[in-house]
């Protein structure tokens, strides 16, 4: 593992498609990982060559996703979508293949998308029929605003790599032989720089996220705070001064 941690969507025989044990599995994996000293930087990926994650398993829809069971179903994607959206540490999505309708709103918990040239996008709700909660809709319009939101939803299309990247909705493309490469030499880069800044950087960018009112504005400080106050940055100034690359321990 060293100081890369995996979260690995693995259902291959049906592209990664989410099954409601899989939605429950996901908070505790990235609490489990985000907890864990020697991982810095969390990475997700998708099983096999077909998919990133082609969205909820909808062979499951019939018995949890109708009626009173929508809204448990609904509760339990929530659950797993803020565990991955309120870890402390950088997470990367690295996208193949099909990446829809649940796989795209997981991917939007992700710090960064990296995407493979044959990634393919869609949010589908409307062919479903489905309702899709405004927690969902607000995750898509922060990443890339509210016309390009609309497209995805309104038309429910597929889109490729590049529209994606054009959108903003992934920040490089690379070939898919290359993805898992460059996403580790991206996530390597990352792990080396302090982890206590990294922290205080991603609950100070969520906080901006939030209206005025619910904004954790003393808990940004605090952070800010301990960064000074951390034996990282005192290393920090010092490989500075000495001309070396820093050993940062995240303490």
Same mark, same amino acid.
């Given at each position: 593992?060293?100081?890369?941690?995996?979260?690995?969507?693995?259902?291959?025989?049906?592209?990664? #498609? *989410?099954? $409601? %044990?899989?939605?429950?599995?996901?908070? /505790?994996? =990235?609490?489990?990982?985000?907890?864990?000293?020697? !991982?810095?930087?969390?990475?997700?990926?998708?099983?096999?060559?077909?998919?990133?994650?082609?969205?909820?398993?909808?062979?499951?829809?019939?018995?949890?996703?109708?009626?009173?069971?929508?809204?448990?179903?609904?509760?339990?994607?929530?659950?797993?979508?803020?565990?991955?959206?309120?870890?402390?540490?950088?997470?990367?999505?690295?996208?193949?293949?099909?990446?829809?309708?649940?796989?795209?709103?997981?991917?939007?918990?992700?710090?960064?998308?990296?995407?493979?040239?044959?990634?393919?996008? #869609? *949010?589908? $709700? %409307?062919?479903?029929?489905?309702?899709? /909660?405004? =927690?969902?809709?607000?995750?898509?319009?922060?990443? !890339?605003?509210?016309?390009?939101?609309?497209?995805?939803?309104?038309?429910?299309?597929?889109?490729?790599?590049?529209?994606?990247?054009?959108?903003?909705?992934?920040?490089?493309?690379?070939?898919?032989?290359?993805?898992?490469?460059?996403?580790?030499?991206?996530?390597?880069?990352?792990?080396?720089?302090?982890?206590?800044?990294?922290?205080?950087?991603?609950?100070?960018?969520?906080?901006?996220?939030?209206?005025?009112?619910?904004?954790?504005?003393?808990?940004?400080?605090?952070?800010?705070?301990?960064?000074?106050?951390?034996?990282?940055?005192?290393?920090?100034?010092?490989?500075?001064?000495?001309?070396?690359?820093?050993?940062?321990?995240?303490?």
């Amino acid at each position: 593992m060293g100081s890369i941690g995996w979260i690995i969507f693995d259902q291959p025989g049906r592209r990664n #498609a *989410i099954t $409601a %044990a899989m939605w429950d599995a996901i908070p /505790g994996v =990235a609490q489990g990982l985000d907890d864990d000293p020697e !991982v810095r930087v969390l990475v997700m990926r998708g099983a096999g060559e077909a998919a990133f994650v082609s969205g909820a398993d909808i062979s499951e829809f019939e018995g949890n996703r109708i009626g009173r069971e929508a809204q448990a179903y609904d509760e339990r994607n929530a659950r797993a979508f803020d565990a991955l959206a309120e870890v402390s540490k950088p997470l990367i999505a690295a996208i193949h293949g099909f990446c829809v309708g649940g796989g795209c709103a997981i991917a939007l918990q992700a710090d960064l998308r990296i995407a493979a040239e044959d990634a393919v996008f #869609a *949010i589908p $709700a %409307a062919r479903l029929g489905l309702g899709y /909660g405004a =927690a969902g809709l607000e995750a898509l319009v922060r990443v !890339v605003g509210l016309p390009a939101a609309k497209e995805i939803f309104l038309t429910a299309d597929r889109f490729d790599a590049q529209k994606a990247l054009s959108m903003g909705l992934v920040n490089r493309i690379y070939p898919k032989s290359r993805l898992e490469a460059e996403v580790e030499l991206l996530a390597t880069q990352i792990a080396s720089n302090a982890p206590l800044t990294l922290a205080s950087a991603k609950l100070a960018l969520r906080q901006l996220g939030r209206s005025g009112p619910d904004r954790d504005s003393e808990a940004v400080a605090t952070s800010i705070a301990r960064c000074y106050e951390s034996q990282d940055y005192a290393e920090g100034v010092r490989a500075f001064l000495e001309k070396r690359k820093p050993a940062f321990q995240g303490r």
